[in-house]
């Protein structure tokens, strides 16, 4: 047996072991947890926490990080998401089973304090929507709908760098990613709804301010 073949089999069991998150709060739990005894927070060190099979709690991951409060704000995270984003989606459309990113990308941290404070900032709005949240209009998010999901998620990445010259346009994409990952996690197509909405008002905002 091939040393990659371990390694695959290593992580496929560790994916397994890890329950994904089933709703924002969830998966702000994870993302405190990750940074409760660390001084940093590494992207892989949330990866691994949330595992790398499913789509939907990556692109929430993106979403939160970019929207979070000082995390967020800091110049070159919403491209840096975005990336994470495309290669997700890239791998989605090859039907993956594990999304794969560059080791220089997981190794990309945050100060652990950063992290803690920005998750208790968002820790009460996330209990609210938690509560809007049901499964709806499933067939927006299941089956061959996901790929839809992802085409729209991977325009908005695309957009990112240009984002970063246009005043919180960032966290357009943020709101996008999270709409989109809560969509896939809950299984709410009214949610996907909105995130198309969005996305089609923050391209037309970009482009405008490119024109």
């Known amino acids: 047996m091939s040393v990659n073949r371990e390694r695959n089999q290593r992580r496929t069991a560790s994916d397994e072991d890890h329950q994904q998150p089933e709703d924002l709060e969830g998966m702000l739990d994870l993302l405190r947890d990750t940074a409760a ?58 039907r993956a089973e594990h999304f794969w990113l560059p080791a220089w990308l997981l190794s990309r941290s945050v100060a652990a304090k950063k992290m803690r404070r920005a998750v208790d900032a968002m820790r009460k709005p996330s209990r609210f929507i938690d509560r809007l949240l049901k499964p ?12 839809a999901v992802a085409l729209a998620c ?5 957009l990112t760098p240009a984002m970063e010259f246009i005043p919180f346009s960032g966290s357009g994409a ?25 996305t089609g008002g923050v391209a037309a905002i970009i482009v405008t301010n490119l024109v």
Do not use: E, K
């Open 154 to 158: 991977g325009a908005t990445a695309m």
């Open 136 to 147: 709806r209009l499933t067939m927006l998010v299941q089956g061959g709908a996901r790929y």
């Open 37 to 94: 005894d660390n001084d940093a927070v590494a992207i892989g060190d949330v990866l691994d926490s949330i595992g790398r099979r499913s789509f939907g709690p990556v692109v929430l991951l993106a979403g939160l990080v970019t929207l979070a409060p000082i995390v967020g704000d800091v110049p070159g995270v919403p491209t840096m998401m975005g990336l994470i984003v495309l290669l997700s989606v890239g791998q989605l459309a090859l």
């Open 174 to 198: 943020g709101l996008i990613w999270t709409l989109f990952g809560l969509a896939m996690i809950t299984r709410d197509g009214l949610v996907a709804l909105l995130g198309y909405c969005l």
